[in-house]
């Protein structure tokens, strides 16, 4: 008798410990931090409530980076929003059908990235595969050539050579373009600043691209007036290493995988486009 009330008296303690850590854990996973009626916010919901305040840090760093009036505002924030929720319920508002059908292609966003995503976290892309294709695009990995250049520019071709026996004789080549340039450069004494190929008109181009460090043209016409083009400075093109492009080109391989992926899915569901009928339609309107 006395060995069977000591193993109930055991049993009943470990029942009781059981529950009290039970207990605790369940008050810990649900630490109330506001009520709404019988509606209960939990430091849980506040957590999920902090993802849209970043995604850099976990829900504790942001908590702690936090000011008191920050964190809450926030809680304010979530209580806000859900009584203008619990009140649009009891008097039954209801979205209309054009609501309906954003939320509905807001539901067919998320599926469609979340299909993408795990096709991608399937087939990961590898350090290998980024490599192969470092070394067979260098080309495209290039920072180019860069032209520090100056400009006189004035709107007739007399006074372009006017001006060009002057700066010959010795004139400074920044005064004569505060004093004589009829675009924004004037300000700057014609100073264009850092220029690649492809962002100028091409007769400009042409021969900025071909002078010499601290050599200036003769006069030179474009759609903008009569220039004298001067190059102040040469930065040679330079080769990006695999690292500085590394994540750049996990996103082309990525973005060809999911090209891939869409041309094997119009191939499975057996795709057929018939624009005729588009533009029949358009002309009928």
Do not use: C
């Not at 070394?135 to 100056?150: D, G, L």
């Not at 071709?157 to 060009?164: C, G, H, P, Q, V």
């Not at 021969?207 to 040679?236: C, P, Q």
């Amino acid at each position: 008798m006395k060995e069977t009330e000591r193993v109930i008296n055991f049993s009943w303690k470990v029942f009781i410990l059981l529950f009290t850590v039970i207990s605790l854990s369940v008050a810990q996973e649900e630490r109330i931090i506001a009520e709404i009626g019988q509606e209960k916010i939990t430091l849980e919901q506040l957590e999920k409530e902090m993802g849209r305040y970043g995604r850099s840090q976990n829900f504790k760093d942001r908590l702690e980076t936090l000011t008191e009036e920050g964190k809450k505002r926030i809680l304010e924030q979530l209580i806000k929003e859900r009584l203008f929720y619990l009140a649009a319920q009891e008097e039954g508002i209801k979205l209309s059908s054009d609501e309906e059908e954003q939320m509905a292609r807001l539901k067919k966003y998320f599926l469609i990235r979340k299909y993408i995503s795990q096709k991608i976290k399937e087939n990961p892309v590898s350090e290998e595969q980024m490599r192969d294709y470092y070394e067979r695009n260098k080309e495209k990995f290039v920072i180019p050539e860069k032209r520090k250049i100056s400009h006189i520019v004035v709107s007739d071709k007399e006074k372009a050579e006017t001006l060009w026996k002057k700066l010959k004789e010795g004139a400074e080549f920044a005064l004569m373009a505060k004093e004589n340039n009829i675009d924004g450069s004037k300000k700057t004494g014609g100073d264009l600043g850092w220029i690649s190929k492809g962002h100028m008109v091409k007769e400009f181009e042409d021969v900025a691209f071909n002078l010499k460090k601290n050599e200036m043209s003769g006069v030179v016409k474009t759609k903008f007036g009569y220039h004298i083009i001067r190059l102040e400075d040469v930065k040679l093109a330079e080769q990006k290493s695999f690292e500085d492009v590394k994540e750049d080109i996990r996103k082309k391989i990525e973005e060809e995988m999911i090209r891939q992926l869409e041309e094997n899915l119009r191939r499975k569901y057996n795709v057929k486009v018939n624009f005729e009928n588009m533009i029949k339609s358009e002309k009928e309107r």
